[in-house]
């Protein structure tokens, strides 16, 4: 998803001034082009801000400018998508929140379906069991610790994995909390993933992710709305402060 603004396409009117600058023109409109994107960034950080129920820092920073230069008089704004980086890509979980629709799979889902834990396709959302975090995820802590049990990840800092050991058992035991799935549900209960913790007299199960076979979005966030009005609100008043400037600089020669 890229917001693209070109000096030729959305701001043709100042082509003029800008070659009355001479040199100096293409510089001033670049400069101009790219503090205003910056601008729309900003402005569609607050509409996160506002609209998504505590949303974290790094989706708050999920999006990324390439301004323009005297030689390219376009920039763009778009949500982060390089599926190389650490942590799931922002388009992911942001572009429900901008078309509606469902979203992409993260990747514990992932993994519980290569494990044959989930069924393909399904999603997992977190049930009474889950420790959410102050953003309303769940914690990644309970995450490992969970994933570790059930084998489908290696310990990283939670020596927990289900091996059948003796050593295995007694760390187990020591949690106090003992993590199972169940695919295709059973005995009343639904698909997903469930803990099962012991008291002196006794155990409870609790739910802590249920799996379901769609997750639907409402659109939330007004992206193109609010990048392109702050963007040609905001250029007007970039170029003329650097017009401004290039015209003292000159007075002063």
Do not use: C
Not at 46 to 58: A, C, F, I, Q, V
Not at 224 to 247: D, I, K, M, S, W
């Amino acid at each position: 998803m890229v917001m693209r603004m070109s000096i030729r396409s959305n701001f043709a009117d100042v082509g003029a001034r800008i070659t009355e600058l001479g040199r100096q023109g293409p510089y001033v409109a670049a400069r101009a082009l790219t503090l205003s994107l910056k601008d729309g960034q900003g402005a569609f950080k607050g509409e996160m801000e506002t609209k998504l129920d505590r949303p974290t820092s790094y989706a708050l920073n999920g999006t990324f400018v390439k301004g323009a230069n005297k030689n390219n008089l376009e920039g763009r704004l778009w949500v982060k998508d390089n599926p190389f980086g650490k942590g799931t890509p922002a388009d992911r979980f942001l572009l429900p929140h901008v078309f509606g629709g469902g979203r992409g799979h993260k990747g514990m889902e992932r993994m519980l379906q290569g494990a044959g834990m989930m069924p393909q396709g399904w999603y997992a959302v977190p049930a009474a069991g889950a420790q959410l975090d102050g953003n309303g995820n769940m914690k990644r802590g309970q995450i490992r610790q969970m994933l570790s049990q059930l084998k489908v990840q290696r310990g990283a800092g939670h020596e927990s994995r289900a091996s059948g050991s003796t050593r295995s058992n007694r760390t187990i035991a020591r949690q106090g909390v003992t993590y199972f799935a169940l695919p295709e549900g059973n005995r009343g209960l639904p698909p997903g993933i469930y803990l099962k913790r012991r008291f002196g007299h006794g155990t409870a199960v609790r739910p802590v992710l249920v799996f379901v076979d769609q997750v639907q979005y409402q659109k939330l966030l007004e992206f193109f709305e609010v990048t392109t009005n702050t963007v040609t609100r905001r250029f007007p008043v970039h170029f003329a402060e650097g017009l401004a400037q290039v015209q003292a600089e000159v007075g002063l020669r």
